[in-house]
C-alpha cells in the first residue's frame, strides 16, 4: 500500500474520528474508490470523486478513465462517465468507463 500511496494521490473521507471512504488518482486513472455501506447514499462517494476531478485537472488531465465494477456502473454513470469497453478477469467483469474534463 505504501508503495501506491508514494505514486498516487489519495484522498481520504473522514466523519469523526473514522474513515468512512478512500479515492485514488493515478495520473489520469481513478482508482481505489470506497465508501463505508453505512456511509452510501450521503454523498461521500461523489465528494471524492469532487476532489479527483479537481487534482486531475491541477495536474493538467483532459480526461478521467476508471475501471468500475458492475455494481459501480450507476454512480459514475451518474457523474458524467460513460461506458467504453467491458474488461474481463476470469469471471470478473471490470467496465471502463471515461470522463472528459473539459
Do not use: W
Not at 505514486?7 to 488518482?25: E, H, N, P, S
Not at 478513465?65 to 467483469?93: I, M
Amino acid at each position: 500500500m505504501l508503495q501506491l500511496f508514494k505514486k498516487r494521490q489519495v484522498f481520504v473521507a473522514v466523519c469523526g474520528d473514522k474513515i468512512v471512504g478512500t479515492a485514488g488518482l493515478d495520473g489520469t486513472m481513478v482508482r481505489s474508490v470506497f465508501v463505508d455501506p453505512e456511509f452510501q447514499g450521503r454523498g461521500v462517494g461523489s465528494r471524492l470523486m469532487l476532489e479527483i476531478e479537481e487534482a486531475a485537472r491541477a495536474n493538467g488531465a483532459t480526461v478521467l478513465t476508471v475501471p468500475s465494477s458492475v455494481t459501480a456502473e450507476r454512480f459514475y454513470f451518474r457523474l458524467g462517465f460513460r461506458a467504453l469497453r467491458d474488461s474481463f478477469h476470469d469471471d470478473e467483469r471490470t467496465i471502463i468507463m471515461e470522463r472528459s474534463l473539459k
